[in-house]
């Protein structure tokens, strides 16, 4: 787990990485504003979670927070700061922030707060699946793309399904044929190429690269420039 932590205050800085460290998280520091933006817009994909600074020099922790809130949905922001009164703890809410914890502050508790953070945007994230303009909600067994419903039959979903977990990997046919079909001896996989059409003409646009690549001679993958 990676962590982007923004705070100028060094001592409290080293001491909040020096402590995740030790419980096996992998931490970032940026110790004014504009780092701390920098690193977390250029970093949407690789953190799992920032810790933010409220007061900071250059950019607020405020501003990065509706940043971040804005291209990241789902991504875990917690506050840190002296910042106390309640004006300032809606207005921390408001802006994106999952969680406020106030200095000055016992490191078993910011622990607890950040793995229980943690542990529900894993939750969300093995159920909320997106690739470009396509979402796939597993618990609702539903898809939009460009944020409108996309109809799939049920072996349609899972074959998306399949290929969305297993993203940046070619789905060899034979596993395909395993996980979605159930199918576990030697059987005709040509089933699979029409699907994989059902598939194309509901998700692909006109004239741009299709969504589901063709890895000849081993099976499909989620096309990355889709």
């Avoid at 707060?113 to 969300?124: F, G, I, P, W």
């Avoid at 199918?183 to 005709?188: G, L, R, V």
Wanted: glycine share 6%.
């Amino acid at each position: 787990m990676r962590i982007l932590l923004v705070e100028d205050e060094w001592p409290i800085a080293n001491f909040i990485r020096e402590g995740l460290e030790e419980e096996g998280f992998t931490v970032d520091v940026a110790e004014d504003g504009h780092e701390g933006m920098r690193l977390a817009l250029e970093g949407l994909e690789s953190y799992h979670l920032y810790l933010l600074d409220w007061m900071l020099p250059g950019i607020s922790g405020l501003e990065i927070c509706k940043a971040v809130r804005e291209k990241a949905p789902q991504k875990p922001i917690v506050f840190i700061t002296a910042k106390d009164q309640v004006d300032d703890v809606v207005l921390g809410f408001e802006s994106g922030a999952n969680d406020y914890i106030r200095k000055p502050f016992a490191f078993a508790e910011l622990l607890v707060r950040l793995r229980a953070l943690l542990r529900t945007s894993q939750e969300e994230d093995q159920q909320q699946l997106r690739h470009g303009s396509i979402e796939l909600y597993a618990d609702k067994h539903v898809v939009m793309k460009n944020g409108r419903r996309i109809e799939l039959t049920q072996k349609e979903f899972a074959l998306l399904e399949h290929l969305l977990r297993n993203k940046g990997k070619v789905c060899p046919r034979s596993r395909i044929i395993e996980q979605v079909w159930d199918i576990h001896f030697e059987y005709d996989t040509s089933v699979i190429d029409v699907y994989i059409n059902f598939l194309r003409k509901k998700l692909d646009e006109p004239g741009a690269n299709s969504f589901i690549e063709t890895v000849r001679g081993i099976g499909y993958r989620i096309n990355e420039y889709s």
